[in-house]
Nanobody, 118 residues
Framework: QVQLLESGGGLVQAGGSLRLSCAAS????????MGWFRQAPGKERELVAQ????????RVADSVKGRFTISRDLVKNTVYLQMNSLKPEDTAIYYC???????????WGQGTQVTVSS
């Protein structure tokens, strides 16, 4: 069992930056792939970025490529999403997820709101 707690969301102007954190508790955090997803009002949840168990592989959605970076700290049991050059269309609730594979996210956090004003 893995518990996930996101933090770092907030209100920022377009062009600004935020760093989201996801603290994981439970056993075998280092065994899990991690991901960030987001859901905007009236839209389906979408993948933002993922990272494998070791941190050696990452992938990001085309919509955030070059602006967002995912990373993890295995000592701190934390995964991060650095978001730069934010746009109003990045406004959404951002969720952290964990799973034994990139295509199998089994555990979810409660989400953190990110709002980008124009």
């Amino acid at each position: 069992q893995v518990q996930l707690l996101e933090s770092g969301g907030g209100l920022v102007q377009a062009g600004g930056s935020l760093r989201l954190s996801c603290a994981a508790s439970g056993r075998s955090f280092s065994s899990y792939a991690m991901g960030w997803f987001r859901q905007a009002p009236g839209k389906e949840r979408e993948l933002v970025a993922q990272i494998n168990w070791s941190g050696g592989y990452t992938r990001v959605a085309d919509s955030v490529k070059g602006r967002f970076t995912i990373s993890r700290d295995l000592v701190k049991n934390t995964v991060y999403l650095q978001m730069n050059s934010l746009k109003p269309e990045d406004t959404a609730i951002y969720y952290c997820a964990a799973g034994l594979g990139l295509s199998k996210m089994d555990y979810w956090g409660q989400g953190t709101q990110v709002t980008v004003s124009s």
